[in-house]
């Protein structure tokens, strides 16, 4: 290919001349005084270097030779100048061409400008060979290091999830009560068009919410009645005990704050910080809502799950003053009837009907 030349050149006895010269120097040479012929030699065939009369170029960066550098990077270009012309193309060069060829001394320079131009496509294609492999070599890094990092992530969540199993496991009828609010939160999250990287750390705080119950006692945790005000102190503990887990871990450190705010109040009444509107992470408003959604439609030590209109009531009522109203109007818009809710929560409702309808035919039965 090094040895196939084009010359286009509109002067008909130089472009004889200079093909004569480069066949003397053993290079095929084709030559045409059209750039559309040109264009049509270098489609059906294989050139190293053109050689191009000035004129068929301008200043502005136009013509034959910009074309050819656009859209054949890596072939040599060598402009043909006349003498008086010679400082405007040495200007193109290295953005049109890479050399310039004077005609009254092309006798004497060809030989040396050919080998010149050629070094200059050779290094172009190299350095071009060589940010392609760099950018493939990265794009592969890239993607092992995607992969590693979904397998970290994946391991990180199949351990979270094990553990929040067994602390979810410890409150036997509530049990899931973490997965499900994590859904929950899921579900508010794409309503609420929360960003991809904020969901993330949403499932883990979601997930990790009610981790400071490891240090609440049975007695007080699965009490089937209501608790006592110094049952209350210890169980309004759970948060700082669960912040205190995992607050000092990196890829939890956004998940902390669904853990230590998940029962704070839109209006600054809750606990433990005292935290009101605007002050309180987004991340631990959703949380929020999404635990009391699965509180208040599932069987609780001391109650059966409430009917689905007076769940909606109550999340109404504290519209503004427990819950962020953006989080209610987005649970409101989600959730309409039974089968919206976790599958968990239509069980329970399930069993809550069976049971009251088990009552009234003993009572009727009675009478």
Known sequence: MERRILVIEADASFRETVVRLLALDGFEAQSTSSPGEALALLETGTFAVVLCDETYGSAEGSGLPAMLRRERPDLAVVLLSAGEHAEDAQHAVPMLADDVLLKPRCRDDLRLTLARALEQSRLRAENRELRESVEREGQRRLRELSR???????????????????????EGETQRHSRRVAEYTG?????????????????????????????????ILLKPAPLTMDEWRVMKSHPRVGFAIVRDLPFLRAAAECVIGHHERWDGQGYPLGLSGEELPRAARIVAVADALD????????RDPLPFDRMV????????????????????????DWDDLHPDAQAWRDVAESDASHARFERRKAA
């Open 187 to 219: 579900r508010l999250a794409e309503v609420l068009q929360v960003s991809e990287r904020e969901k993330r750390d949403l499932y883990h705080g979601a997930l990790l919410h009610d981790l400071g119950k490891i240090g609440i006692p049975d007695s």
């Open 148 to 170: 590693n990092v979904r397998h970290v992530e994946r391991a990180y969540r199949l351990a979270l999830e094990s553990l929040v199993a067994a602390l979810d496991a410890r």
């Open 295 to 302: 509180a208040m439609t599932v069987r609780r030590p001391y």
């Open 313 to 336: 009531a109550e999340l109404i009522q504290n519209r503004g003053t427990q819950f962020d109203p953006e989080v209610v109007d987005a649970a409101l818009e989600l959730f309409r």
